[in-house]
């Protein structure tokens, strides 16, 4: 009988640590967008949907959104999310963005020059643009070749930065094809690779390829945001769809960058992984929360900040421009508890 190689993470690895009191409901809010809202700018009416990125714009108590298809235009919102004292989402103006046919999945500010970065995920193609003050546009060199084997639909997800800058991470929404056949008695645990490379897009080649073992085996699941804690401490966001229940599940969890499993000598190439995340859960969204005070249920999320002071944490979901059912966007405003 030969040997099975099972190159799984241990639940010892993986251990879920559930924070019961991650937020505080009462000081938390909630917001919906119909679908059917536009934003007019200039002489194009902007639908407003698709929703898959969000990040803390230079002014304070605005945000950056960013779409996943152009409608009819590739750009950024700047919405303003009014909280605590009162509850209004504003849209304030829109940015188009010089590049065609732009979907856009996550967006992001370099902590230290002021350049927004946009994961761009096509069916067939995956990268990273630089969009720099003086609106000249870089795409990062060093994600050339993770096309070759990308799933459809299932390139770069989520991106964020270490916090002194040096460093930009970008997930893969869900685990690429095998360059190689799979030797006959292994068994491969769907991992995702989250890759770190220098910011500098001169120097943007692939530092490590970390790997993230998805929480939720099933062929719906994927990462859907990644989101910088502190230097070491990164959130991953899973979203998962159960069609049959037609609902979501979203579960956020934890992945220390400086406490990794080691891959030694394995059987088959984990696409180029050499250091294993090892999950902790932090929270679940599986059913219905108390939001403020409204009770709300799982949407497609998909994009996530934190707010300009840190003490809110904000979800949003992608609600594909309201599908057959008219969904909305939906804006979850968490109040991170002390």
């Given at each position: 009988?030969?040997?099975?190689?099972?190159?799984?993470?241990?639940?010892?690895?993986?251990?879920?640590?559930?924070?019961?009191?991650?937020?505080a409901?009462?000081?938390?809010?909630?917001?919906?967008?119909p679908?059917n809202?536009?934003?007019?700018?200039?002489?194009d009416?902007?639908?407003?949907?698709?929703i898959?990125?969000?990040?803390?714009?230079?002014?304070?108590?605005?945000?950056?959104?960013?779409m996943d298809?152009?409608?009819?235009?590739?750009?950024?919102?700047?919405?303003?999310?009014?909280?605590?004292?009162?509850n209004?989402?504003s849209f304030?103006?829109?940015?188009?963005?010089?590049?065609?046919?732009?979907?856009?999945?996550?967006?992001?500010?370099?902590?230290?020059?002021?350049?927004?970065?946009?994961?761009?995920?096509?069916?067939?193609?995956?990268?990273?643009y630089?969009?720099?003050?003086?609106?000249?546009?870089?795409?990062?060199?060093?994600l050339r070749?993770?096309?070759?084997?990308?799933?459809?639909?299932?390139?770069?997800?989520?991106?964020c930065?270490s916090?002194?800058?040096?460093?930009?991470?970008a997930?893969?929404?869900?685990?690429?094809?095998?360059?190689?056949?799979?030797?006959?008695?292994t068994?491969?645990?769907?991992?995702?690779?989250?890759?770190q490379f220098?910011?500098?897009?001169?120097?943007?080649?692939?530092?490590?390829?970390?790997?993230?073992?998805l929480?939720r085996?099933?062929?719906?699941?994927?990462i859907?945001?990644?989101?910088?804690?502190n230097?070491s401490?990164?959130?991953?966001?899973?979203?998962d769809?159960?069609?049959?229940?037609?609902?979501?599940?979203?579960?956020?969890?934890?992945?220390?960058i400086?406490?990794?499993?080691?891959?030694?000598?394995?059987p088959?190439?984990?696409?180029?992984i050499?250091?294993?995340?090892?999950?902790?859960?932090?929270?679940?969204?599986?059913?219905?929360?108390k939001?403020?005070?409204?009770?709300?249920?799982?949407?497609?999320?998909?994009?996530?900040c934190?707010?300009?002071?840190?003490?809110?944490?904000i979800?949003?979901t992608?609600?594909?421009?309201?599908?057959?059912?008219?969904?909305?966007?939906?804006?979850?405003v968490?109040?991170?508890?002390?």
């Amino acid at each position: 009988m030969k040997p099975t190689y099972i190159l799984a993470v241990l639940s010892v690895l993986c251990a879920q640590v559930m924070a019961q009191s991650f937020y505080a409901p009462e000081k938390s809010y909630y917001f919906e967008i119909p679908d059917n809202a536009v934003y007019i700018n200039n002489r194009d009416s902007i639908r407003i949907g698709g929703i898959s990125g969000i990040e803390p714009a230079p002014e304070n108590g605005e945000f950056y959104l960013i779409m996943d298809k152009p409608s009819p235009k590739s750009g950024i919102f700047t919405v303003f999310i009014k909280f605590d004292t009162g509850n209004e989402v504003s849209f304030k103006r829109f940015q188009e963005i010089p590049v065609m046919n732009l979907e856009g999945e996550s967006i992001r500010i370099h902590p230290l020059n002021n350049s927004i970065y946009i994961s761009n995920e096509g069916d067939r193609s995956t990268n990273v643009y630089q969009f720099m003050p003086n609106n000249s546009v870089k795409k990062i060199k060093g994600l050339r070749s993770l096309t070759k084997e990308m799933k459809f639909n299932s390139g770069i997800e989520g991106i964020c930065f270490s916090p002194d800058g040096e460093f930009l991470y970008a997930a893969i929404e869900r685990p690429p094809e095998f360059k190689n056949k799979i030797p006959e008695g292994t068994v491969v645990s769907p991992v995702c690779p989250v890759f770190q490379f220098f910011a500098d897009n001169n120097k943007a080649n692939i530092i490590t390829t970390f790997g993230y073992p998805l929480q939720r085996k099933s062929s719906g699941n994927g990462i859907s945001e990644i989101l910088t804690v502190n230097d070491s401490i990164i959130w991953i966001i899973e979203r998962d769809y159960l069609k049959k229940e037609d609902r979501n599940i979203v579960g956020i969890y934890a992945v220390n960058i400086n406490k990794t499993l080691h891959l030694g000598d394995i059987p088959v190439n984990l696409h180029n992984i050499t250091e294993l995340f090892r999950p902790q859960q932090v929270f679940e969204f599986a059913k219905q929360i108390k939001i403020g005070n409204t009770t709300a249920k799982p949407g497609n999320i998909e994009a996530a900040c934190f707010s300009h002071d840190g003490r809110f944490l904000i979800l949003v979901t992608d609600n594909n421009f309201g599908n057959h059912d008219h969904t909305p966007t939906q804006i979850y405003v968490l109040r991170i508890a002390e």
